[in-house]
């Protein structure tokens, strides 16, 4: 029951087996997550996120073990956790879901430094960490780009 729980969460929701391109797919399944919670206030958003990022470590680290490799491409519960990350503070439109989207995807598939030194860290940690970090530098982005050319 424990391993098809962690299944469950770590390819959120089997998105993760689509044959084609799993992190791209788990990010795509992600923005209803977002706008869901995009209306709850900051503390909440926050709250659930950071929740959503502990239960992502853990269920990555037993996914490991479930698919025989480290960092399956199957888990995107990373993607899920960095999206969400990305979108902190950000207004629910289109325009901001689709930039936040196309910025987290370039970070994440980048791993512009440090964010490569995190895939190093042991199980579930390792696969989570880099995207969380990769949706820290997407948020920053998004925030710099939505406030000067943007969110008028």
């Not at 037993?62 to 399956?72: L, Q, R």
């Not at 598939?109 to 895939?119: N, T, V």
Request: charged share 10%; proline share 7%.
């Amino acid at each position: 029951m424990k391993r098809g729980i962690a299944k469950l969460i770590a390819t959120f929701f089997y998105s993760g087996l689509f044959p084609v391109a799993p992190g791209t797919a788990g990010t795509l399944a992600a923005i209803p997550l977002f706008y869901l919670i995009s209306f709850t206030p900051i503390y909440l958003y926050l709250a659930i996120t950071v929740l959503i990022i502990l239960v992502s470590v853990w269920a990555s680290g037993i996914a490991e073990e479930i698919f025989g490799k480290t960092d399956p491409g199957q888990v995107v519960a990373d993607e899920v956790c960095g999206f969400l990350v990305t979108m902190i503070l950000v207004p629910p439109t289109i325009s901001n879901i689709f930039l936040g989207f196309l910025l987290f995807r370039l970070f994440d598939i980048a791993k512009p430094s440090p964010i490569r030194k995190f895939e190093r860290l042991p199980g579930g940690w390792g696969i989570v960490m880099d995207d969380v970090l990769a949706g820290v530098y997407s948020c920053v982005t998004l925030h710099i780009l939505g406030r000067w050319v943007f969110w008028t």
